[in-house]
């Protein structure tokens, strides 16, 4: 399977527990997106990356949350002191832009599912 | 920054019917207009998308449809089968460039039920 991949697909947690979420994206897509989606609603930016350089953070991201990419290949979301407000889908999306002008078509993988207790 | 509004939030047709789903989005800058199937417990799949140089686009019982004077945007499905009730959403973005983001802003959702 070549499409975007996440791990894990579902996690449950303790109020005050750090987690950390995994996405693999498209081989050689060189941008990756993280969102976060809540029951009802459509997924809101997180933070994105183009190679290994973290480009723009959305104000949802409060200073618990941190991403990283190092290798500009797969990255790697963590929620420190997780809070019952964090629960929700948290997908990822990657795009091959490969010069100016060119348009993104954003894959996503299947989503991580977190529910904070 | 850009808001994408989508209505209506349900939708429910005669398996066979045509089914229409709108989006406005505020930001003129936005030039590149996504759409997305979810379904339940899984990534959102894109199904069709247009770009703010091309009016309409079809992809063979789907297409979509651009008024930038107006910003919206609507997709179209026809023939509707059963497998094609999901979650819809629109998107937004200001495509394009090395350097900028090309973020997408979601609408809402709607909710296409397809009755056998």
């Known amino acids: 399977d070549t499409g975007v991949s996440q791990d894990p697909r579902h996690k449950i947690t303790k109020r005050g527990q750090n987690v950390t979420f995994r996405c693999d994206p498209i081989s050689e897509h060189n941008r990756l997106y993280w969102y976060r989606q809540t029951l009802g609603q459509g997924p809101e930016f997180l933070t994105y990356?183009?190679?290994?350089?973290?480009?723009?953070k959305s104000r949802l991201l409060s200073d618990r949350f941190s991403a990283e990419r190092p290798k500009g290949s797969f990255s790697t979301l963590e929620i420190q002191r997780t809070e019952q407000g964090d629960s929700a889908m948290y997908l990822c999306a990657s795009s091959f832009n490969p010069r100016q002008g060119t348009y993104n078509e954003q894959f996503f993988g299947p989503g991580t599912r977190l529910t904070v207790l | 920054g850009e808001n994408v509004e989508q209505h209506p939030s349900t939708l429910s047709v005669q398996e066979g019917d045509s089914a229409v789903i709108k989006c406005t989005y505020s930001?003129?800058?936005?030039?590149?207009f996504p759409w997305y199937k979810q379904e339940l417990g899984k990534g959102p799949q894109l199904i069709i998308d247009?770009?703010?140089?091309?009016g309409e686009k079809k992809d063979q019982r789907i297409a979509v449809t651009l008024n930038k004077t107006a910003k919206h945007f609507s997709l179209h499905i026809t023939e509707t089968q059963p497998e094609d009730s999901a979650v819809y959403f629109c998107?937004?973005?200001?495509?394009?460039?090395?350097?900028?983001?090309?973020?997408?802003?979601f609408g809402k959702g709607i909710t296409l039920s397809v009755r056998p």
């Open positions: 930001d003129s800058a936005s030039n590149y």
């Open positions: 998107a937004a973005s200001k495509g394009g460039g090395t350097g900028a983001n090309s973020k997408l802003t």
């Open positions: 990356f183009q190679n290994e350089a973290q480009l723009e």
């Open positions: 247009i770009r703010s140089n091309v």
